[in-house]
């Protein structure tokens, strides 16, 4: 007996391929799946949100900051729109072996113009939902002070309901629970039914609600003015121990989806703490106001981040309305690389990266991208069919992972460049994100060969071009806006 992929309630085939019989079993009750949220409910929850909490409300307590994001908004959506970039003149040349690497104290003086927030950690590599959820779990189960969660989806399906009770429980408990979600998202996310078996009797919650009920859970969502989001998501236990990368809170994370997370030890946390604060304070009523106030008058936590033997440097670099870190380090890391370029990244959409990773093709560099070989977004994925055509007739190497891969991690020569950041308009210059830059020989190498030469091996080398029509460069145009 086989069960058919898709919901639970759908029927067992059974084929005897000697006999040329085959039959089908139909489960014996038929159910439908259960919501707390009325299609009324959600479309006015939908409203309120979007309009009322996001351009009414939002502007009134933060209207700096909401200036500021119409301008970054306006200006990277014009700056989008361009032109093909050329391909590499003449024969494309063979990769370079002499192992020179680029000038990593150099590299990291360009990086202090970014960012100079460069502090001590413990790093450890997370890779897939079963090493992030029983790592985050059993430490969630532990957590005698804190627990702080600042994410861009927390799902309504069981899996995530499980987790939803975890912290419920330990706020009832005594621990100090707080979450930080986007508003819009984890909305919208009530509308994606689960895609794995679920009970009979379940029934899915409105999260929000169900956080709070009979818990002592604060959760507080950021506003989405003129469409722009926090994507960033970073998870604070006890002060101690943190999390970063791709990963929300949903069934697909945990099951199907490949991705990663890194958790943090030391200085860094006490960092990640008062940016957690100065966030909280944003979506709070003071807006912008309660924003600036928390960042001048709060400290960084030094009590129990002390710096330990055997710690790395780990370089905090963020995406903001107008600051865009993230972008012009992938970017100037781009133009060193002397040895590598190995890239994975779910939604690639940005012309500037694309040409850079052409140059340094063009330079002898071994330059490799995965791709997902199945996309949530299918805009998105016809984008990444055209990318690949484009950096295949370029000596590329493109690999499309037997899968969806969420992961956003790059490889230039020996820095690595780890957090939730996509290679898209949005998240390098419009959303909130946030990256790790790290040199460490031993994460570096860890990063190698646990994730990229694993999902080399994992996935399908393109080995021709694709043949596309007029509607996927009319996508192609869309996807900038991305």
């Known amino acids: ?84 970039k050329p391909d590499i003149e003449g024969p494309i040349p063979p990769i370079n072996t002499s192992g ?46 804190s627990i702080f969660i600042r994410l861009y989806i927390f799902g309504a399906d069981p899996y995530a309901v499980r987790l939803a009770d975890v912290l419920k429980e330990k ?40 956080l ?10 950021r506003p989405n003015t003129w469409g722009t989001f926090d994507h960033s998501k970073v998870i604070i236990i006890d ?52 924003s600036l106030y928390r960042q001048i008058f709060s400290k960084r936590q030094r009590e129990q981040n002390i710096e330990k033997p055997g710690m790395v440097d780990v370089r905090l670099l963020y995406t903001t309305p107008g600051t865009a870190q993230i972008f012009h380090a992938h970017l100037e890391a781009i133009k060193r690389a002397k040895k590598r370029i190995y890239i994975e990244n ?38 990444n069919i055209i990318m690949a055509n484009k950096l295949f007739k370029n000596g590329v190497k493109v690999y499309f992972y037997r899968g969806m891969t969420h992961v956003k991690a790059a490889l230039y020569d020996d820095w690595a460049l780890v957090g939730s950041a996509n290679f898209d308009k949005m998240s390098l210059f419009v959303n909130k994100e946030m990256s790790l830059g790290i040199s460490d020989e031993k994460f570096v190498n860890e990063l190698e060969t646990r994730l990229f030469e694993k999902d080399f091996a994992n996935s399908d080398l393109m080995e021709e071009e694709f043949d596309l029509g007029l509607g996927y460069h009319i996508v192609q145009a869309l996807a900038a806006q991305f």
């Open 1 to 84: 007996l086989f069960p058919l992929i898709g919901r639970p309630l759908q029927p067992y085939l059974f084929v005897d391929v000697k006999n040329n019989y085959s039959t089908t079993l139909q489960l014996p009750e038929y159910y439908e799946l259960k919501k707390q949220m009325s299609e009324l409910g959600f479309s006015m929850s939908f409203i309120y949100s979007f309009f009322i909490k996001s351009h009414f409300f939002a502007i009134i307590k933060a209207p700096f900051t909401s200036v500021h994001r119409l301008l970054s908004l306006t200006t990277n959506s014009l700056m989008a729109i361009s032109t093909p």
């Open 100 to 145: 020179e690497t680029m000038d990593m104290a150099d590299f990291n003086t360009y990086l202090d113009t970014l960012s100079k927030r460069v502090y001590k950690a413990d790093v450890g590599l997370l890779i897939d939902g079963e090493e992030f959820f029983s790592h985050f779990i059993l430490n969630a189960n532990k957590a005698t002070h």
């Open 171 to 210: 706020s009832n408990e005594g621990v100090q629970v707080r979450l930080i979600l986007d508003d819009l998202n984890t909305l919208l996310n009530f509308k994606k039914e689960p895609d794995l078996t679920y009970p009979k009797d379940f029934v899915m919650p409105n999260i929000k609600s169900y």
């Open 212 to 221: 709070k009920e009979d818990s002592k859970v604060k959760v507080r969502t």
């Open 239 to 290: 002060r101690d121990l943190a999390y970063t990368g791709g990963m929300n809170f949903a069934e697909e994370y945990r099951y199907t989806w490949h991705d990663m997370m890194v958790s943090l030890r030391g200085p860094v946390v006490g960092r990640l703490v008062k940016d957690f604060y100065e966030s909280w304070s944003f979506v709070g009523w003071g807006g912008d106001y309660a």
């Open 346 to 383: 779910a939604y690639f959409g940005d012309d500037r990266i694309l040409e850079g990773i052409l140059e340094a093709r063009a330079r002898g560099v071994d330059v490799r991208v995965i791709f997902p070989s199945k996309n949530d977004v299918s805009v998105m994925h016809k984008n």
